[in-house]
RNA sequence: GCGGAUGUGGUGGAAUUGGUAGACACGCCAGUCUUAGGAACUGGUGCCGCAAGGCGUGAAGGUUCAAGUCCUUUCAUCCGCACCA
């Protein structure tokens, strides 16, 4: 019998297949579409490793079932080529990009073919070719035509290694994303004159697309932190003795009556022009010394320092004189680069204000408890006294109650300040009157049902943080009606103890004060009990929504509806306008490296920047012989002067050619659009070709899950606005596939030299195919996986046995099957298909390869009915042709063995036939009081009686029910009876 | 800190969406065979227990005849973003 060998079966095929072309997709079909592809490789001197295999494993599992199930299915190919790996080569090795490519590439063909993915090689494109990028550089071109493409100086990153800018999100923890090691630098800021693009007009589509994408939920997710939107207002405050505003973006103006201070960045100009001369040397010291400090350490240090301007800005809502700082945590590049600070409500803002000792002013009161009818409100306060002397705060108990603790506290007569009402009801009620200070800490409103009053409350609550000179009673103090309380002395926990405890959550509103007042206490060193759980202010002090307090006629209102109130009051005044702010950042396209496609501009001393007209694209790269930057922060094409200098297209005179090159992210923004018209001379694509095919059916890959994705959504939505798309989203499908691991979970590196070569493994006999089975049985394909050095043998000897099972199947003699042996491969097979087709279709491959090692497990089972019948090779064949997308070699070679001359791969896949699914009978659990006691076999169609009248006379059944009726019993269709006593 | 995801045997992971937890595989144990191999085949393998039986899905509560799955609280790990007002 012929033995499973993998290594004289692959290469086989492998050239049969590229001899007959079967991967070759035909655009123009009538038959249903499928484009399955992954990401843009780029393509380095190493090769592919394993995290490739993985990757491109999965999209051709998927374009190869579909190519099976008869769909015009296209498993496209092509090379991200430009870009700063071969560029940084050709400077250390000497050897051009170009020439570089030309030996690299090749190397990848052979690479992909021995993994046996099913490329149409007809239709590879590369970016680094003038026919491709000349397409590049016309969308170039097509943006600025749009007014989309714009040139502007602005600070950018800059990372030193690379002598180039790079995008916003090429910045990875500080540090440039091909220079990450822990050796290299941060990246700095770095004014530069550059190309931008105005992807930040698309962002709200981009944004509210996100909702209907067929995505992976986390970069969904990703997607829209990036893009950042958040809605507010502008607020503009008067600069007191000036003419000049002050302008703030906020999404809290509820909390304007909180704002008493604010801020602007130190790189913003209008601090010049708010800086008086007293300040002036101190704020420009500020500024010079943040300007030194890199973001990256700027963000690094979350201390909070800052000057005063000596300026003060007009608050609109309270007309208050309030102080303008300078200081480095607020960012001049988002907003308006100042802000007004809230530090009631905001932490940063807090922690500020507690540093430089600025005033804290709530104006919103958080909400505690649910609502509840006939809510009867009420205003009032509590007091919590604390005697440092003791170390304890006062509480008391009332007489016949020993359990509870009260904190004294009541409601606000006509006229009374909060603090006048809390220390009269501290006296009345426990007598202590000897007070060091007092001043209203906190507000919260709470909802409770009031037990001796028997009413529903709702209170809006003052805390009072009250320090005792004495824990002296005075006597006199004490009211008569309140006697009958006794104080005591305690631990806050003993109350927070009492009052979480409460299953009505009636005390909420206490915790919180009482929570922030001890934090307070901690704060300023005069509660220093150790034993106590330390609570921060920060903890308390929590950015919520709330009901506004002080701040006049808004006083009383949700949070959420103040927003929209004083956003109108103010605009009515011409003071705000509602805004909404984006993190994203027009995308920076312009790199001063030589290894790109050149922008199609040239400068003009007359014309300024000229567009190159598209019929003299593509703008050819000139070879060098040094691509080295020049070291004016230009690309080496600042050294071709040939190629430099030319004429302007408007005027004819002299002119100059742009210097920087197109980031390599714009070539992998349009790549799946060339795909579908790779050859195409007169156009990128054609719309007819792009309307047929897009949007992707599948697309997958473990890297890139913002900026590319968000870049190829953009640019397609442009097409789309142009009139050359019609669907405006170019992934239908996006799986964002786990990456595979060192067995130790630390990535592989060539450094750490753990690396696993997919290759080697292929070549030491196990096959591609195996190690395919191995890369998608891991586990689901979205989690990150270890790489088991028994995985791959596993793989290996699971196709060894389909190998034998087959041959043993050929070499068998003729045998009848019972009925009864034909039901059981039937089901078994039928089932498998079913499954599969499933899984596949869901991305669920691991657990398809676990339905076909079940179903190879069966049919071994099933082996002493073997023989050459039918049905037998009926089941066979759907073995055969269901492993073929994970197991393409093997495949074919059994599908040849088993009689057939054409390509398995081509429109085979089995139909799954229902009625193989169906049982006669069903085993059913039966449960007594939620435990299974017994399994019972019944006719598939049992009416539902007589399985209960079965079930209820199992002996292990009738001995667990111990003589008692049963009180109810359940039966779940075709899954169990659940018997209740 | 914010956002997202995930916690199930020795390991990777299944679980028809509330219905017999541990499919399938790796590993391990026992056996068969001899073309002594990177074998192949057969059987076993969640934990405790001789057994009957009990316990078991990160932890603690709850809803239900029934919870890995739903609710509440909590812990841990991983991945994004990170002073975004």
């Known amino acids: 019998?012929?033995?499973?060998?993998?290594?004289?079966?692959?290469?086989?095929?492998?050239?049969?297949?590229?001899?007959?072309?079967?991967?070759?997709?035909?655009?123009?079909?009538?038959?249903?579409?499928?484009?399955?592809?992954?990401?843009?490789?780029?393509?380095?001197?190493?090769?592919?490793?394993?995290?490739?295999?993985?990757?491109?494993?999965?999209?051709?599992?998927?374009?190869r079932m579909k190519r099976q199930q008869g769909y015009e299915s296209y498993h496209p190919v092509g090379w991200d080529s430009f870009g700063l790996p071969a560029e940084n080569y050709a400077i250390k090795a000497g050897v051009s990009p170009q020439e570089s490519m030309g030996t690299i590439i090749p190397n990848y063909h052979k690479q992909y073919k021995a993994m046996g993915w099913s490329n149409d090689w007809e239709k590879e494109i590369a970016s680094h070719r003038p026919e491709y990028?000349?397409?590049?550089?016309?969308?170039?071109?097509?943006?600025?035509?749009?007014?989309?493409?714009?040139?502007?100086?602005?600070?950018?990153w800059w990372c030193d290694q690379c002598q180039t800018v790079l995008a916003n999100e090429q910045v990875i923890d500080g540090k440039c994303w091909r220079h990450d090691g822990a050796d290299d630098p941060l990246v700095e800021k770095k004014g530069v004159n550059q190309w931008f693009f105005k992807i930040t007009e698309y962002a709200d589509e981009l944004l509210d697309a996100i909702d209907d994408l067929d995505w992976t939920e986390a970069v969904k997710t990703a997607q829209r932190n990036w893009i950042g939107r958040s809605e507010g207002a502008e607020i503009s405050f008067d600069i007191n003795g000036s003419k000049e505003t002050l302008t703030v973006f906020t999404t809290r103006p509820d909390t304007i009556y909180g704002a008493t201070f604010m801020v602007v960045a130190p790189e913003s100009e209008l601090v010049d022009s708010l800086v008086t001369d007293e300040q002036k040397s101190e704020v420009d010291a500020y500024r010079k010394a943040a300007a030194l400090k890199s973001e990256v350490e700027r963000q690094a240090s979350k201390e909070k320092t800052g000057v005063f301007t000596g300026s003060y800005a007009i608050n609109p809502a309270t007309e208050e004189k309030i102080p303008i700082w300078v200081a480095d945590y607020v960012l001049g590049g988002y907003g308006t680069g100042a802000i007004m600070a809230v530090p009631a409500h905001d932490e940063r803002d807090y922690e500020f204000a507690k540093k430089q000792k600025l005033p804290v002013i709530q104006v919103v009161a958080p909400v505690f408890g649910v609502k509840r009818e006939n809510e009867i409100f009420a205003d009032g306060g509590a007091a919590i006294a604390f005697d440092p002397n003791k170390q304890k705060y006062a509480a008391f108990k009332i007489k016949g109650n020993n359990d509870e603790y009260f904190l004294p506290a009541g409601g606000l007569d006509e006229k009374e300040s909060r603090l006048d009402c809390i220390l009269r009801e501290l006296a009345e009620e426990v007598g202590l009157t000897d007070i060091e200070s007092a001043e209203i800490a906190t507000d919260a409103h709470g909802r409770y049902y009031h037990r001796t009053k028997e009413i529903n409350r709702f209170v809006r609550a003052s805390f009072a943080r009250i320090v005792l000179k004495s824990s002296k009673v005075d006597e006199t103090a004490l009211e008569e009606h309140e006697s009958g309380y006794t104080l005591v002395w305690v631990d806050p926990e003993v109350l927070l103890e009492q009052w979480e405890a409460d299953p009505n959550r009636d005390f909420d509103h206490y915790i919180y004060g009482l929570k922030y007042v001890v934090a307070r206490n901690i704060e300023l060193g005069i509660d220093k009990s150790s034993n106590k759980k330390v609570f921060t202010v920060d903890e308390v002090n929590a950015e919520k929504d709330g009901k506004l307090i002080n701040s006049v006629e808004f006083d009383g209102l949700d949070s959420k509806e103040a927003q929209t109130k004083i956003v109108d009051w103010l605009a009515e005044k011409g003071k705000a306008e509602k805004k909404i702010n984006y993190k994203m950042r027009d995308w920076s396209v312009s790199r001063q490296r030589y290894w790109g496609a050149p922008i199609p501009i040239v400068h003009c001393e007359k014309d300024g920047a000229v567009l190159i007209p598209d019929d003299q694209l593509p703008v050819v790269l000139p070879e060098l012989e040094d691509f080295a930057p020049s070291g004016d922060?230009?690309?080496?094409?600042?050294?071709?002067?040939?190629?430099?200098?030319?004429?302007?297209?408007?005027?004819?005179?002299?002119?100059?050619?742009?210097?920087?090159t197109l980031d390599t992210y714009i070539c992998s923004s349009w790549y799946m659009l060339r795909y579908l018209d790779p050859h195409n001379q007169e156009e990128a694509f054609t719309s007819e070709r792009a309307n047929k095919w897009m949007p992707i059916d599948f697309y997958n890959g473990g890297d890139h899950a913002t900026a590319h994705m968000l870049y190829a959504r953009f640019i397609t939505r442009f097409f789309t606005k142009?009139?050359?798309?019609?669907?405006?989203?170019?992934?239908?499908?996006?799986?964002?596939?786990?990456?595979?691991?060192?067995?130790?979970?630390?990535?592989?590196?060539k450094s750490k030299g753990n690396g696993v070569d997919p290759l080697e493994i292929i070549n030491s006999g196990y096959g591609a195919d195996a190690l395919r089975v191995y890369l998608m049985f891991a586990g689901p394909l979205e989690f990150n996986s270890k790489w088991d050095p028994d995985g791959v043998p596993g793989a290996y000897r699971f196709l060894a046995r389909i190998y034998s099972l087959v041959q043993e199947y050929l070499e068998a003699d003729k045998v009848e099957l019972s009925d009864e042996d034909l039901k059981k491969l039937r089901f078994a097979t039928h089932s498998m298909i079913k499954k599969v087709t499933e899984d596949i279709e869901q991305n669920s491959y691991n657990t398809a390869i676990a339905a076909l090692m079940k179903n190879s497990?069966?049919?071994?089972?099933?082996?002493?009915?073997?023989?050459?019948?039918?049905?037998?090779?009926?089941?066979?064949?759907?073995?055969?042709?269901?492993?073929?997308?994970?197991?393409?070699?093997?495949?074919?070679?059994?599908?040849?063995?088993?009689?057939?001359?054409?390509?398995?791969?081509?429109?085979?896949?089995?139909?799954?036939?229902?009625?193989?699914?169906?049982?006669?009978?069903?085993?059913?659990?039966?449960?007594?009081?939620?435990?299974?006691?017994?399994?019972?076999?019944?006719?598939?169609?049992?009416d539902e009686e007589d399985i209960k009248a079965v079930a209820l006379e199992q002996e292990n059944v009738v001995k667990h029910l111990d003589g008692k009726d049963p009180k109810k019993v359940i039966y779940v269709k075709g899954r169990l009876v659940s018997v209740v006593v």
């Open 133 to 156: 990028y000349k397409w590049t550089q016309w969308i170039f071109s097509e943006m600025y035509r749009a007014g989309l493409a714009y040139q502007e100086e602005r600070q950018q």
């Open 633 to 660: 922060g230009r690309s080496a094409l600042a050294r071709a002067t040939d190629w430099l200098k030319t004429t302007c297209p408007e005027c004819g005179g002299e002119a100059e050619r742009e210097t920087d």
């Open 722 to 749: 142009q009139g050359r798309l019609e669907n405006p989203e170019p992934f239908k499908q996006f799986l964002f596939n786990g990456k595979v691991r060192a067995s130790d979970g630390s990535a592989f590196s």
């Open 1 to 63: 019998m012929k033995r499973y060998e993998p290594k004289t079966i692959e290469p086989k095929w492998q050239k049969i297949w590229d001899e007959t072309n079967v991967y070759t997709a035909d655009l123009d079909s009538d038959k249903p579409k499928y484009i399955g592809m992954s990401m843009f490789n780029y393509p380095s001197g190493a090769g592919i490793h394993i995290g490739h295999a993985m990757n491109y494993t999965i999209s051709d599992v998927k374009a």
């Open 857 to 942: 497990n069966d049919l071994s089972q099933l082996k002493q009915c073997f023989g050459v019948h039918d049905e037998w090779r009926a089941s066979l064949e759907s073995l055969v042709m269901c492993i073929a997308p994970f197991t393409p070699h093997t495949a074919e070679e059994l599908w040849q063995d088993l009689g057939h001359s054409d390509s398995i791969h081509k429109g085979h896949w089995p139909q799954y036939d229902e009625s193989a699914l169906a049982q006669d009978s069903i085993t059913l659990a039966v449960q007594v009081n939620g435990k299974v006691r017994a399994e019972i076999k019944v006719a598939a169609d049992a």
